[in-house]
């Protein structure tokens, strides 16, 4: 059987791009994959758990002879990345992405490979606090959804080659505009990393200023849940927020307005409006368990 | 063996109330455990599962000869069964609660049962987005903690007897000032409860706005955890946001101010303060899995 790539490279072998290298590897998808990296100990790790076939921390030798580029690095990086690959880069290689805003990143990406080969953009919603090598899991994308956001550019076939790596890995594949991608994802996954984020730092102020509180004492199951992913890594929420700026501000808005508004229901008392503002929170909310 | 209580009244035969009475039952601590409550159908679950030995809906029966009555209903409905029961219980009847507020409630208590008998504030933290009869379990304080807030008014006696109930039922049992408790679980519950409400109710606003969106079909683990208490009961949580509203508004505004803190950030672009944030976020929240 022919390989889909015969030569895969994976920049960035984190959770998602270590985790989709090996479930490659596994699905024999590939003739060979290649990891590219900053650090040198993860890239250790990505070859010792046989995530990658081989690793380097050059450029040029990453991607040459590559069919595929995944670009799995924070969504500022990526766009980076791109600059620093196309040099290297074989015509006609595909340069795809794993990154969580798609509207913004995908216009840079195809900007930056115009004279080079098709842009895919490609989301797969499989992400966890946990980060790095370590982390990664050959079934990470069993059963997730891998959101592809082709563009009026996007080359069709192209398109088909990173919708069957996807499907290999075990992702249920479907296809979105990028600007209803960053709209709905902001809704459903930025602005509920942002909420956790200030509520953690709101409560550290509340801790500053009566020491005697101790409050990670007392906290349970609630509080530890509604802020888990407040332990996401700060370089790639640093950029998610930076490159879905718009939709993110807007939505931050409107949950201000919620909380304002169940605050100065508080203040003033009302308990029977307090309980229709919860009672619909509960309603929507179960909706999530179905 | 002498039963600690030879009559214990449990008003309120719901998550709490209900596994309270299983757990004092198995440990043989009581002669008899009374169900008082309001549904009749949630009273006969309570006596099916062996909860309680015996169920009634009147207040009078409910309290007679009773050596202790917990209340284990919303904050607003312990003060106004505290003044229910006065009249029909007998002299020295100790009255103790599981409510989530306390300096404001335990005041109430007090001044209701002032000719009575002693009155013990407690807060088993044991609480989840379950209800009923049908989700108690005798093992649902097992290794939780609970806290009773004594006052310069409270039997030590009396104090004891509930440390020992609590304990039987498998608690680690802490005292706290009443200020002080509700200062601590605003911050670390209270306030997370009202940012899940108020997150839901504005991502059901986004939804209503943008029809297309379909947020619930692209949710993921993050949305789900941080959200999951928004799915407690709104009766309970409308009566914590009343009796602990001072505390609360003003935590409210904390978190507020930090919210729009990173709002500003992501705003203006400012990478590196984003990422501080997170950062910080970040290092406070990995203590919580210690």
């Known amino acids: 059987m022919t390989p889909l790539f015969a030569r895969l490279t994976i920049a960035g072998v984190g959770l998602i791009g270590g985790s989709l290298g090996r479930a490659a590897r596994d699905a024999g998808l590939v003739g060979e994959v290649v990891g590219f990296g900053r650090s040198e100990q993860n890239l250790r790790v990505a070859r010792e758990r046989g995530l990658v076939d081989r690793v380097t921390r050059d450029p040029a030798e990453a991607v040459a002879g590559a069919d595929a580029i995944v670009l799995a690095a924070p969504v500022g990086t ?16 595909i340069l795809t992405d794993a990154g969580s805003v798609k509207a913004t990143l995908v216009a840079a990406l195809e900007r930056a490979w115009a004279d080079v080969g098709p842009v895919v953009g490609a989301h797969p919603i499989a992400g966890s606090e946990a980060s790095g090598a ?10 997730r959804r891998c959101i592809l956001t082709p563009t009026q550019r996007t080359d ?6 990173i919708r069957t790596l996807w499907e290999a890995a075990g992702c249920i594949v479907l296809t979105m505009d990028p600007m209803l991608h960053d709209k709905v994802l902001g809704a459903v996954s930025h602005l509920p990393h942002a909420a956790a984020f200030a509520l ?38 640093r950029d998610i927020f930076l490159w879905n700026r718009d939709n993110l501000v807007a939505q931050i808005e409107v949950f201000e307005r919620h909380l304002q508004q169940l605050k100065r229901l ?22 999530l368990n179905r």
């Open 200 to 237: 953690i730092n709101a409560l550290a102020e509340v801790q500053r200023d009566t020491p005697e509180l101790d409050l990670l004492a007392y906290s349970g199951g609630g509080l530890r849940d509604t802020t888990r992913i407040a332990a996401s890594s700060p370089e790639m929420w």
């Open 156 to 161: 069709p076939q192209a398109l088909r080659d």
């Open 78 to 93: 990526c766009a980076a990345l791109a600059e620093v690959f196309r040099p290297h880069a074989q015509a006609g290689a």
């Open 134 to 143: 370590g982390a990664a899991q050959a079934d990470l994308f069993r059963g």
């Open 266 to 287: 508080i203040q003033s008392g009302d308990g029977p409006a307090i309980e229709q503002e919860l009672d619909r929170a509960k309603r929507v909310r179960e909706q």
